[in-house]
């Protein structure tokens, strides 16, 4: 099935979810191919990369800067003892804020559960990435402060 438009004859034929006449099998989508006198070009599939905004790019000197900053260990000692205790003090603010309204604890355990797992979820491919592992220390660091401030803050009502 095709459709010529224009002056230069362009034909548009599109191939289905199983396959094409050549026998090739198509992906689950549709490719569309450009015929233009009887040279087949197939369109790209993928999509076009995105061009980095300034924020993007200061974000990424930032955590190169931060990474070059942390090299010596008594400074990144002194990040991850940072990231542990503001970690830890938003969890035992959670924990003590959504016990004071008594209305929000459902809401409470269901986000923090959330933020575990997904941080769990992060570690796995930070584990997998190559280079400095500041990030993987980092993620850690907050896993466990948050952990121990709601752990902290459950001992309490005992």
């Known amino acids: 099935m095709g459709i010529t438009t224009g002056a230069q004859g362009l034909t548009v034929h599109r191939r289905g979810l199983w396959g094409s006449a050549s026998g090739n099998p ?10 233009r006198k009887s040279r087949r070009v ?3 599939t993928t999509p076009l990369p995105y061009q980095n905004t300034r924020f993007q790019t200061r974000i990424a000197e930032a955590g190169a800067r931060l990474s070059e900053w942390s090299l010596n260990p008594w ?3 002194s990040l991850l003892v940072l990231t542990f205790l503001l970690s830890f003090l938003i969890g035992v603010g959670l924990g003590s804020i959504s016990g004071a309204l008594d209305l929000m604890d459902l809401v409470a355990a269901v986000l923090c559960v959330l933020v575990l ?7 796995g491919v930070l584990r997998r990435a190559e280079g400095d592992r500041l990030p993987l220390h980092l993620l850690d660091m907050a896993r466990m402060g948050l952990l121990y401030g709601l752990l902290l803050e459950g001992f309490k009502l005992l």
């Open 26 to 35: 198509a992906p689950l989508w549709f490719r569309c191919t450009v015929r």
């Open 75 to 77: 400074r990144k000692l």
């Open 117 to 123: 797992e997904l941080s769990v979820r992060a570690r």
């Open 42 to 44: 197939p369109s790209t």
